[in-house]
């Protein structure tokens, strides 16, 4: 099973940038679409963006951060990252990362559901 490992989260102001780390144990790290989730306190998970297994040709974001966030991925260091530019208050969250668990092409699903393995988060907070 893939552990995964976040960082990189932090107190920042509005318009700042920040970029988030998720490291994953094992060797089969290429072998899974990867997902960002964020959750803000007294709210449901959200999808912020996810990316295609193996080399990562494939995107897909959150409306909410369409144009400012950009995740990516290097399967020789198991990592995937997100990088969040302009940030606003309305991004403070605590975001995690998962592994895309369903047996089929991922094509952005954006259900917390069908992802786990879940880290245990890193906190942004973005102060205005």
């Known amino acids: 099973q893939v552990q995964l490992v976040e960082s990189g989260g932090g107190l920042v102001h509005a318009g700042d940038s920040l970029r988030l780390s998720c490291a994953a144990s094992?060797?089969?790290?290429?072998?899974?679409?990867m997902g960002w989730f964020r959750q803000a306190p007294g709210k449901g998970r959200e999808f912020v963006a996810g990316?295609?297994?193996?080399?990562?040709?494939?995107?897909f974001y959150g409306d909410s951060v369409k144009g400012r966030f950009s995740i990516s991925r290097d399967n020789a260091k198991n990592t995937v990252y997100l990088q969040m530019n302009t940030l606003k208050p309305e991004d403070t969250a605590v975001y995690s990362c998962?592994?895309?668990?369903?047996?089929?092409?991922?094509?952005?699903?954006?259900?917390?559901?069908?992802?786990?393995?879940w880290g245990q988060g890193t906190q942004v907070t973005v102060s205005s």
């Open positions: 998962g592994v895309y668990l369903r047996n089929r092409v991922y094509t952005g699903s954006s259900d917390p559901a069908d992802f786990g393995s």
């Open positions: 094992g060797n089969t790290f290429g072998n899974y679409a």
């Open positions: 990316i295609s297994r193996g080399g990562g040709g494939l995107t």
